[in-house]
């Protein structure tokens, strides 16, 4: 059978083998702790739901304009105003299936054969994926553990080539919870205008930051950087609404009505029911975030205190989102090896460092409930010390 070379050069995802089996291990009635989560372990707020049913009840099931409804185009335009200090008009947004469709689009419409992509490593699986179906080449900068995992400027400047088209950054960033700095933000919009690239800013996870930190959209810095970056945000983590499938992105006229084209011609329009229910969200869901938000920083807390016990493991303290990056490398250990010994001897559940482009590290999802945390970790350690132990007397 000939298949696209778009599909043969597509990898499958690491993770696959290892959901499969904690889901065979459960229906086998085996107590897996599960630490993969990547969604909000809260239930979406009532008063979204509700904005969904009376969407069904009043018959909004039809299609909608391609783009999304005018009404939440709207709402994310005073979104952006309100929490990112960026000014859009409705008509330089495009509402999506999901933040990672609208990254997907942006892809499509900004590559072509032969141009260059810059991630920075660690990375979420799917950047580098969405890369090569547009027919681009990921460029992967490496950042270091003794940074925060922040974007470095001068690797970054050292990467780009008359081939590089954008930059995407991830703030806070999945896998590594890195949140970057104002100043370091500024540095990247310096290196993107002065060559014409542009930068396509995933902010996922703009509300869940800790510590006192603030979130900063780059698009916000001045005009000049504003008409070369793509904000891409969404409802999933903010309101625990990943099964909702509402993202969206904001930029220059002209690229996204071509997103727009694009979108058109293959998804067509976002639910119209979600989209009701993504308005409700931005209109009148206040507290909710900040609530969440507190809740997994004493989540956050606790995980890094019991992972700096174990035995030859360390991690780094997330700034933001719901993961933790544990280094595993001293283990002796790939992130694949440790993640099934993991699973296997101890029946936790995490996800192999790389797939996320290192593989020194596993992810740790504290996405869970406290009790998991503790019960999970101590499994780790009981059973990191027992093979220490049997190590140090053989």
């Known amino acids: 059978m000939k298949l696209s070379g778009r599909a043969l050069q597509l ?33 979406t707020p009532l008063n979204i739901k509700k904005s969904a049913i009376k969407a069904i ?48 689009n942006i892809l499509q419409v900004l590559c072509d054969k032969n141009d260059e992509v810059i991630i920075f490593s660690p990375y979420w699986v799917s950047y580098t994926e969405m890369v090569r179906l547009s027919s681009a080449e990921p460029r992967i900068v490496e950042t270091a553990e003794a940074d925060s995992f922040i974007p470095d400027t001068e690797k970054l400047k050292k990467a780009i080539t008359k081939r590089t088209r954008a930059i995407i950054i991830n703030s806070p960033s999945n896998p590594t919870g890195a949140v970057i700095d104002t100043a370091r933000l500024e540095e990247l919009a310096r290196i993107a205008v002065s060559k014409n690239i542009f930068v396509i800013s995933d902010e996922i996870y703009e509300m869940l930051i800790y510590d006192g930190l603030l979130h900063r959209s780059i698009g916000s810095l001045n005009d000049d950087i504003k008409k070369l970056t793509l904000t891409v945000n969404g409802v999933s983590k903010t309101y625990s609404m990943t099964g909702w499938r509402i993202g969206f992105v904001a930029g220059p006229l002209e690229v996204i009505k071509k997103i727009g084209a694009l979108q058109s011609h293959s998804t067509s329009n976002p639910t119209s029911i979600s989209q009701m229910a993504a308005l409700e969200a ?56 440790f993640a099934e010994k993991l699973l296997d001897e101890a029946h936790v559940a995490c996800v192999p460092g790389i797939a996320f482009g290192s593989d020194a590290h596993i992810r740790l999802s504290f996405a869970t409930s406290m009790r998991n945390i503790e019960t999970g970790l101590e499994r780790i350690y009981n059973l990191l010390r027992k093979e220490k132990n049997e190590t140090d007397n053989s």
């Open 11 to 43: 990898k499958p995802s690491v993770t696959l083998a290892i959901t499969q089996k904690v889901k065979e291990m459960r229906e086998r009635g085996i107590d897996v702790i599960g630490f993969g989560a990547g969604e909000p372990d809260f239930d």
């Open 57 to 104: 009840e009043d018959g909004f099931t039809k299609y909608t304009a391609s783009s999304g409804i005018e009404k939440l185009k709207e709402a994310v335009c005073e979104k952006f105003k309100k929490d990112n200090s960026l000014s859009y008009k409705p008509e330089e947004v495009v509402i999506s299936c999901g933040a990672k469709h609208a990254l997907y």
């Open 282 to 337: 931005l209109k009148n869901t206040n507290e909710f975030a900040e609530q969440m938000r507190k809740e997994f920083a004493l989540r956050r807390n606790r995980m890094i205190e019991l992972i700096n016990r174990l035995p030859r493991v360390s991690c780094t303290v997330p700034k933001g989102a719901f993961y933790t990056f544990p280094n595993i490398s001293k283990t002796g250990y790939d992130s694949v090896r």
